[in-house]
């Protein structure tokens, strides 16, 4: 067995969080593991460009395609297991895992999540919808959670959290941004890390 930890990161769309890992692994932050793959369930997703240009080889699998959930999750633990990965990172990635994938990779999915777990979370909060929800609410701080990838959205054991200030006149496009970029980009890197490390010193 290779020594290396293997890398996969899992998105949808713009992959903000995905660049994020990409300049956190350049810069030595994430240096227990390697982004080694990045997979799509969509195929226009910005962010298969952002790994592209980093270098890192791209699998798209689409669930609609394929005909459904089942077929999607076996070939999404089949493309898993061809390229060794060892740690899953879900980086606004819209495809719900079921127990079958959550439990093949136990403590070994990641997930961000754009507010404080328990708040705003769960099936149905997603993307902008969860900042929306947050500021309907009429919440003073929200923030992002790193988190394991259980069967349960959002369910998972909390990793890292960080608040996030709410101000007078934000929109949710503008607290979604803030909440990347004082929170996301931030944690989901640290956690990446902490826990490459871990399946790094096990398997050595
Ligand atoms: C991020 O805000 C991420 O936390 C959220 O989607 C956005 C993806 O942006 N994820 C979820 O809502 C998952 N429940 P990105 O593609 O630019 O990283």
Known sequence: MSRE?????LVSGGGTNLQALIDAQQAGIIK???????????EGAYALTRAQNAGIKTVVINKKALGGQTAFEDRLLATLAAEQID?????G???ILTKRVTDAYAERILNVHPSLIPSFCGEG????????????????????????????????RIILQRAVEIREGDTPEILQRRVMQEAEWQI????????A???KEKKE
């Open 5 to 9: 930890v293997r890398i996969a990161v």
């Open 32 to 42: 227990s593991g390697t982004l080694s793959l990045v997979i799509s369930n969509n």
């Open 87 to 91: 740690l899953i990172v879900l980086a």
């Open 93 to 95: 990635f819209m495809v």
């Open 125 to 156: 909060f997603y993307g902008l919808r969860v900042h929306e929800a947050a500021l309907a609410y009429g919440v003073k701080v929200t923030g992002a959670t790193v988190h394991f990838v259980n069967e349960i959205p959002d369910g998972g």
């Open 188 to 195: 989901l890197p640290r956690a990446t890390e902490l826990v």
């Open 197 to 199: 490390k871990e399946i």
